[in-house]
């Protein structure tokens, strides 16, 4: 006679299995699902769709997966090329239970990247909002060699990478006034900026189409 301790464990693998293998088809037809909606947008509003575009944008946003970006919007407003896509990244978390064993949960991230062409290269910089931690230092110690000249600004931003001619009053005023979106990154022509989310379109446009004009016209 098999024993039943056998047979138990044998039901539940193969029970686990069938799960897996139920959700990989449900994940597979809903993100189906997906692009063929974002498809009919694109195609009824003068975008195209374009599915594991080769970008590089990845070595710019959080945990730099370099097969991120599954899919991608690509258009022109008011003349400007402007691409949208949707990033995804997975990070795991190592844990001690109870018995002190360690235990890893993996959580998966989605952004929504946004970027546009600038006219002309820029020097590679970064602009991102301080946390409360670095506000109270650039309060006491001041923001070092990357200032931009506003105390204000200095404080609530921090810029990697050179301040160079674009960081102009105006543009450090649309920040302070929440005009434009932060973070945000300049590397070669491209102005990229990411928030945190699934990919919805329509996706506002008017923040760094505003933050573009600003670095072209400084």
């Known amino acids: 006679m098999d024993d039943p301790f056998v047979t138990v464990v044998g039901v539940f693998c193969v029970a686990g299995l069938l799960l897996a293998v139920l959700i990989g088809v449900v994940a597979v037809r809903q993100r189906r699902r997906r692009e063929r ?3 009919e947008w694109a195609a009824a509003n ?10 590089d944008w990845a070595r710019h946003l959080p945990g730099r997966n370099p097969h991120g970006v599954r899919v991608m919007l690509a258009g022109q407003v008011h003349g400007r090329p402007v691409m949208v896509g949707e990033y995804e990244v997975t990070d795991a978390q190592i844990s001690t239970d109870a018995d002190g064993n360690p235990t890893t949960t993996s959580n998966t991230h989605l952004y929504v990247v ?12 970064t ?5 409360r931690l670095s506000r109270a230092k650039a309060g006491l110690l001041g ?13 609530a931003f921090r810029i990697r990478g050179a301040p160079g ?6 543009l450090m005023t649309a920040h ?3 005009h434009v979106p932060v973070p945000w ?6 102005l990229i900026t990411w928030t945190e989310g699934a990919l919805r379109p329509p996706v506002p446009l008017d923040p760094i189409l505003r933050l573009a004009h600003l670095l072209d016209n400084p």
């Open 114 to 125: 946004t970027v546009a062409a600038l006219q002309r290269v820029q020097p590679s910089v």
């Open 143 to 155: 923001p070092g060699d990357t200032a931009g000249g506003d105390p204000r600004f200095d404080k």
């Open 46 to 55: 003068g975008w195209q769709l374009i599915t594991r575009p080769a970008v």
């Open 127 to 131: 602009v991102s909002a301080r946390g």
């Open 176 to 178: 302070l006034s929440g």
């Open 165 to 170: 001619p674009w960081c102009t009053p105006s």
């Open 37 to 39: 909606q974002l498809q």
């Open 185 to 190: 990154t300049m590397s070669g022509r491209q």
